[in-house]
Nanobody, 124 residues
């Protein structure tokens, strides 16, 4: 199995910054993708930013609402992904979930794993 442990959430004023971290551990053979989703009260969970693998191509993707403000990065040695969030607004308030698409058994398809979520609140 795979465990995802998130950290870095909290309360921040509008215009402030936060950095989220997510470390993956367990029976990891290959990480095909890793990233962040968020879910605000009364709304569906949405993609924020992620690393993806498509064949021989690796790429990052961002939600339009966070482009230019959020940056995703990773440490492949530590199996850790980070989300640097700048210029935060109240609309960024949500529970942020780490997600990873991981192969744990050779020749078997990958599986999706989720962290427990970390609350980000942007308020004055």
């Amino acid at each position: 199995q795979v465990q995802l442990v998130e950290s870095g959430g909290g309360l921040v004023q509008p215009g402030g910054s936060l950095r989220l971290s997510c470390a993956a551990s367990g029976s990891i053979l290959i990480i095909n993708g890793m990233g962040w989703y968020r879910q605000a009260p009364g709304k569906q969970r949405e993609l924020v930013a992620a690393f993806r693998s498509g064949g021989s191509t690796n790429y990052t993707t961002y939600a339009d609402s966070v482009k230019g403000r959020f940056t995703i990065s990773r440490d492949n040695v530590k199996n850790t992904v980070y989300l640097q969030m700048n210029s935060l607004t109240p609309e960024d308030t949500a529970v942020y979930y780490c997600n990873a698409d991981v192969v744990t058994i050779p020749t078997f398809p990958s599986s999706d794993y989720w962290g427990q979520g970390t609350q980000v609140t942007v308020s004055s």
